[in-house]
């Protein structure tokens, strides 16, 4: 695999009509992939929208209505590498008025609905569960302490990655057409990826609730010399046991299927109770 | 001042509900909106630390799949810019977050609808063909939608500034103290939403490698982010070499030769 893949169009029939700009058009038209996000058919509009430079460019009058139609319908994956289908997308649509013999429209369909679970699959665990949380965990360790850097790198950490891929996506697609998913799913590559991205994620997770989740009892342990507190003679034991235990609990709620935010309340209501009777400080 | 101040509220809103249109960008986190609030409200270094306080305890509220966070940017710049108002810390603005990103959440449903009704006049054109009236139709399908909700934020913050200070001032201490307390207790939501997302047995025992290493250690976030990432590579390039000499067989099979 050479590195002109992700940035050109690389092997193309002597006849084909799509340009490296059109799919430039593409990956910048695929920015406002959510924006019409809806509950109907979520991202059918950003879809179609992205993809007009090629259809219009493929199709005039019945033909390109069809085509605006077709793409019309219900689409929901990772926006940020909406890209890859819709490279995929493009140079199917092309093989279809290249060659209309051997290549049937409803393909075109087919193999975009069918690769939303994937695409999915690993873009949100990158993309959420990876990316975000390493730029959560460098950005609000900084912006805790009133550093405006915070922010920025929370920023950049996220959208640089985001935006290189999103690009290189658009070509990835296109050239590489329908065969790739498939191929990485058999070679493995894909449990290897969101096994690596969920080592970073876990890991970050881990060591910000270690940083950022606290919680100190307040319940004295014995009189006159001896005297102590329970929570020195936890941290003796383990370090953290408390932050430890409350994430213990929150996620054993939330398996039980207790909402997040009537959670937020009750954890409110738990620091005004220890507050109140003096468990906690 | 005042007037400044909430039309360039009212900006901030629109932005951050226009985050869609700018790739998804994260815009509109309360780690980026804190710091903005604070800036139009005259105290960019609480608005900062406001920010990331708040953007731990909605670490958990991404739109994936089925459920739909509170609003996070409703609950962010009227939470800063009371909290800030009010002469308040951090925790003031989480507690004041809360509520208002649960309540505008509600109300905020009562514009699907609108979006709907444009979004099928979107299929109209596609349907003739018509490439001009479909890109101007897409436009005000994602703008339409979002403008009508704007003005409630700055209207919030115009109108309930000084009611909000009063409330805060009459306060009794236990319970200052105690939403203190729980602005430790929270971000254990998120976390827990976060992990609940990408853990299963075989990497549980990396939360733990994390969270350990910064209690003995002491290496902060970033720290264990650059050892996470180098160990997820080291820890792949091990599985691959499992996998390649595990599966050889199935390669020679011949079944990737069809693509």
């Known amino acids: ?281 | 001042m005042v007037i400044i101040q909430t039309l360039l509220i009212a900006l901030l809103t629109l932005a951050a509900r226009c985050h869609t249109m700018l790739g998804t960008s994260l815009i509109n986190r309360p780690i980026v909106l804190g710091a903005l609030t604070g800036l139009i409200v005259g105290d960019l270094q609480q608005g900062i630390i406001m920010g990331g306080t708040l953007e731990l305890a909605f670490v958990g509220a991404v739109s994936i799949g089925a459920y739909i966070p509170p609003d996070m940017v409703s609950g962010t710049i009227l939470g800063t810019a009371f909290a800030i108002a009010a002469g308040q810390g951090p925790e003031t603005a989480l507690a004041l977050s809360y509520p208002i990103a649960a309540a505008y959440q509600a109300v905020s449903t009562l514009g699907t609808p609108i979006s709907l009704w444009l979004m099928h006049k979107c299929d109209r054109y596609a349907e003739i063909g018509d490439v001009k009236k479909f890109e101007r139709g897409y436009w005000l399908t994602g703008f339409i939608p979002k403008l009508i909700f704007v003005p409630i934020v700055p209207l919030a913050y115009y109108f309930g500034s000084d009611a909000v200070t009063a409330v805060l001032n009459q306060m009794p201490a236990f319970i200052q103290t105690g939403i203190n307390i729980s602005g430790g207790l929270i971000p254990a939501l998120g976390f827990a939403m976060l992990a609940q997302m990408i853990m299963n047995k075989k990497v549980v025992v990396f939360f733990f490698l994390g969270f350990f290493t910064v209690k003995y250690l002491g290496i902060g976030t970033t720290g264990v982010a650059i050892f996470a990432v180098i160990l997820a590579v080291i820890l792949v390039q091990i599985e691959q070499r499992f996998n390649t000499s595990g599966s050889v067989q199935v390669q020679a099979g011949g079944e990737l030769d069809e693509f």
């Open chain 1, 1 to 281: 695999m050479n590195s002109k893949i992700v940035t050109d169009i690389v092997s193309q029939d002597q006849n084909a009509v799509v340009t490296k700009d059109d799919l430039k058009k593409v990956f910048v038209r695929s920015i406002p992939m959510e924006f019409t996000w809806n509950y109907e058919r979520q991202m059918h509009l950003g879809y179609c929208y992205a993809l007009l430079p090629v259809l219009k460019k493929l199709y005039k009058g019945q033909e390109l209505a069809d085509a605006m139609t077709r793409h019309m319908e219900f689409y929901n994956t990772t926006p940020f590498i909406i890209t890859f289908p819709l490279g995929i997308s493009a140079a199917q649509e092309e093989k279809c008025v290249l060659d209309p013999a051997h290549v049937d429209k409803t393909s075109v369909s087919t193999v975009k609905t069918a690769m939303m679970g994937p695409i999915a699959g690993i873009g949100d665990s990158f993309f959420w569960g990876t990316l975000r949380i390493l730029a959560t965990g460098v950005g609000a360790s900084l912006a805790l302490q009133g550093n405006i850097l915070g922010p920025l790198l929370f920023l950049l950490i996220y959208n640089v990655p985001h935006f290189v891929m999103r690009y290189m996506g658009t070509f990835l697609g296109y050239n590489l057409g329908t065969s790739f998913l498939s191929k990485l799913e058999a070679s493995g590559s894909m449990q290897l990826l969101t096994y690596g991205a969920s080592i970073i994620g876990l890991m970050v997770a881990g060591s910000m609730t270690a940083e950022m989740v606290y919680m100190t009892l307040n319940i004295p342990v014995g009189v006159g010399e001896t005297a102590t507190d329970l929570q020195t003679i936890l941290d003796g034991i383990l370090p953290g046991i408390m932050p430890l235990a409350v994430f213990g609990i929150v996620y054993w709620l939330l398996k039980k299927g207790v909402k997040p935010l009537p959670l937020t309340f009750i954890l409110m209501g738990v620091g005004i109770l220890g507050a109140a009777l003096g468990f906690l400080m």
